[in-house]
């Protein structure tokens, strides 16, 4: 079996665990499937994230423990040898968020997040990539080639003919409006390589969601981190970049759905980028979890060496690096009260798989006077494109259902805080209701605001 993404820091699991029950095939991916223990923690219904797809249906097949038993089944032979290929693996497998949930509450951290990614490749390999995922993982780059991109989607939008059209031929669902592009991406000042050496330089890396769809995002992020003092230098391509006029990607949308070979040419462009700030120890700033999580954890898995180990200890969110420094009292950050009334705060699953959590809440009671409360929900099931597909666009909104858009509906004046992108869609989505990243809070609140 030729694995796609790298297993090998799961060599040692199960050793000396006889209830590992390791599968026969697989090698180090079996190991990592076969940590699970199956003591039905992802079964169960406590606060916390896990597991999103069995709390909507009820059905234990659903939980990380139901698609291990499958997984196991199919590494043992027992499905047969196109197994990858099958219904049955894809039935396990289908519904799975990749919202990282179990691997920070699971009892032996099952990242089954991973362990889709490297089904998807393996089934990629087998059946060949659908359009509809070529177009979804591809979008990056549409976006910057073809400019003609952001007036189809808006035509789609606003013509129910062309988004049923969609659903037939594509399989995206034509009762969910797609996140729209803005008229023009973000412009980034200019990069330097002096700039990464003063002592308060941060590298902002600008994602392709808030590079294309919220560029105020970025330029509030700019504007923040240049009150607080520091030095900011927004991520460009490297001058030997292979693409120097494509805005750089963490692959996000490659690895979400298995292809894997075109997230490792992403990720090798932003190596090559950050080379002068891994070696300078410059911190890297984000601002879209799902992206930063990508480069701290799931770019381990693709090979890349030591740069990549490297890039997962200087990368932080905004919200992280923002409360990191003021706790060592290095921000000269000064807020004002913002206008009176309660915030709603919605986590992304990938925020609270990271902890970060605990960073956001930091940086909230930062604001004088800030009113704000945390909603206890799990995945919000746009997950991404999953939302957005046609066979998966009533159970992601039965996800929304649970707890997010009940929560929110209870409180209808209160403002709303959700730092991803694909979450704020939802909302948008669920209750018509626009929900805002905290750069664009903190900018909000800033005594003296200064130009980017």
């Known amino acids: 079996m030729k694995l ?11 050793q000396g665990d006889a209830y590992a029950g390791i599968p026969a095939t697989g090698g180090d991916f079996a190991k990592a499937v076969a940590v699970c223990i199956s003591d039905k923690q992802c079964q169960r219904k406590p606060k916390g994230v896990m597991c999103p797809s069995f709390r909507a249906t009820d059905d234990v097949a659903q ?3 139901g698609r291990v038993q499958v997984l196991k089944a199919a590494l043992n032979g027992e499905l047969g040898e196109n197994a990858f290929a099958g219904l049955q693996l894809a039935a396990a497998l289908e519904l799975c968020v990749g919202c990282k949930g179990c691997k920070r509450e699971c ?8 362990i889709k990614i490297e089904y998807q490749a393996q089934r990629n390999a087998l059946s060949g990539v659908s359009l509809r995922e070529r177009l979804i993982a591809d979008l990056p780059q549409r976006l910057h080639h073809h400019a003609f991109m952001r007036s189809i989607i808006r035509w789609r939008n606003r013509s129910p003919w062309l988004a049923k059209l969609g659903e037939t031929f594509l399989g995206i669902s034509a009762k969910r409006k797609l996140p729209e592009p803005s008229a023009a991406p973000y412009v980034a000042p200019a990069f330097s390589t002096e700039a990464i050496k003063d002592d308060r330089a941060v590298i902002l890396f600008v994602d392709t969601f808030s590079n294309h769809f919220e560029p105020e995002v970025a330029q509030a992020a700019h504007q ?7 030095c900011v230098t927004t991520l460009q391509p490297a001058v030997d970049d292979n693409e120097p006029e494509r805005a750089l990607c963490c692959g996000r949308t490659y690895l979400s759905l298995g292809q894997v070979e075109q997230a490792k040419r992403e990720a090798r462009r932003m190596q090559l980028a950050l080379r002068p700030a891994l070696a300078a120890g410059t911190p890297i700033v984000g601002l879209e979890p799902s992206c930063i999580l990508s480069l701290r954890d799931d770019h381990l898995k693709l090979g890349l060496g030591e740069e990549a180990v490297a890039l997962s200890k200087q990368v932080y969110l905004f919200e992280e690096f923002i409360a990191r420094e003021n ?11 913002l206008p009176p009334g309660k915030t709603l705060v919605h986590g992304h699953c990938h925020q609270k798989a990271v902890g970060a959590m605990k960073s956001l809440r930091k940086v909230l009671r930062m604001i004088p006077e800030f009113d704000f409360e945390f909603i206890e929900a799990s995945c919000c099931g746009m997950a991404g494109s999953f939302g957005l597909e046609a066979e998966h666009a009533d159970i992601s909104m039965q996800m929304a259902e649970l707890d997010l858009l009940p929560a929110l509906r209870a409180a209808p004046d209160a403002a709303i805080l959700a730092n991803g992108f694909s979450c704020r869609h939802q909302i948008r989505e669920g209750v018509e209701r626009n929900a805002q990243h905290v750069a664009l809070l903190l900018r909000d609140a800033l005594k003296e605001k200064t130009p980017c």
């Open 4 to 14: 796609h993404l790298d297993w090998s820091s799961y060599e040692t699991a199960g």
């Open 63 to 65: 939980s990380s423990g």
């Open 107 to 114: 009892a032996n951290q099952v990242d089954m997040a991973a």
């Open 224 to 230: 923040v981190l240049s009150a607080a003092g520091y």
């Open 327 to 337: 706790d060592r009292k290095r921000l000269t950050l000064d807020l004002k009260p």
